[in-house]
Nanobody, 121 residues
Framework: QVQLVESGGGLVQAGGSLRLSCVASGFAIDYYAIAWFRQAPGKEREGVSCISGSPGSTYYADSVKGRFTISKDNAKNTVYLEMTSLKPEDTGVYYC??????????????WGQGTQVTVSS
């Protein structure tokens, strides 16, 4: 059974840091791109970052470049999102998702349940 489980969200002050984890089961992340999306209240879901299966190329939304870092540990089948210099506008539910290629249509095949990130000003 394919499953993605996020963790690491929480409440942090502006300027702080959080590290999100996405543990995959039922498939190997070597063969899938894993993306992080977020959705703020009243807003559409947006792509934040993505790491390809191989060779592990990384992609970032302009709004998080230089502040967020995506990485993965194939042995642990886990993808991480290190978030620094957090801003209130980073608040939202963060989801990880598995797709054939980063940002490719028709979108992810599998989704996690999400983890809440709240950045206070």
């Amino acid at each position: 059974q394919v499953q993605l489980v996020e963790s690491g969200g929480g409440l942090v002050q502006a300027g702080g840091s959080l590290r999100l984890s996405c543990v995959a089961s039922g498939f190997a992340i070597d063969y899938y791109a894993i993306a992080w999306f977020r959705q703020a209240p009243g807003k559409e879901r947006e792509g934040v970052s993505c790491i390809s299966g191989s060779p592990g190329s990384t992609y970032y939304a302009d709004s998080v470049k230089g502040r967020f870092t995506i990485s993965k540990d194939n042995a642990k089948n886990t993808v991480y999102l290190e978030m620094t210099s957090l801003k209130p506008e980073d608040t939202g539910v963060y989801y990880c998702a598995a797709e054939e290629a980063c940002w490719a249509a028709p979108g992810p095949d599998y989704w996690g349940q999400g983890t809440q990130v709240t950045v206070s000003s």
